[in-house]
């Protein structure tokens, strides 16, 4: 799911949907307008998933899509070349690849709470919550 803004209003940060893959924006440069144009961005933003490096120059006032992120918690039921992960409030299990972050992916074993985002349809675990 995702949901349209201007590129005008993003920030570094910010998220936003380029080749249909959802990114983080890491550089923003805005142009002031000219005697005969509007405003530009260009934007360099890298894959949240793939870690990709992307680009895109466009006029301020264009819409584009900016992905809407679930942040959610769930339980490890188990791990192998991908982590079963149950949802805590819908106690749904769904298979979640495991993490690049070698030192979070130490810490999975089944039993143990973490979070984690559902982003279009995807999901990746973010963090080992304690306790």
Same mark, same amino acid.
């Given at each position: 799911m995702s949901r349209p803004a201007e590129l005008g209003s993003l920030k570094v940060g910010h998220n936003i949907v380029i080749d249909g893959e959802p990114c983080r924006i890491v550089e923003l440069e805005k142009s002031k307008p000219g005697k005969h144009g509007a405003a530009k961005v260009r934007l360099v933003a890298i894959g949240i998933f793939d870690g990709v490096k992307r680009t895109m120059v466009g006029p301020a006032d264009t819409r584009v899509e900016v992905p809407i992120i679930e942040k959610r918690t769930g339980q490890v039921v188990s791990v192998g070349d991908t982590v079963s992960l149950m949802d805590n409030e819908t106690f749904e299990i769904m298979?979640?690849?495991?993490? +690049?972050?070698? $030192?979070?992916?130490?810490?999975?074993?089944?039993?143990?709470?973490? +979070?984690?985002? $559902?982003?279009m349809g995807r999901s990746m675990i973010v963090h080992v919550r304690e306790g």
């Open positions: 298979e979640v690849p495991l993490p +690049e972050d070698e $030192k979070l992916r130490e810490r999975l074993e089944p039993g143990v709470k973490v +979070e984690y985002w $559902k982003i």
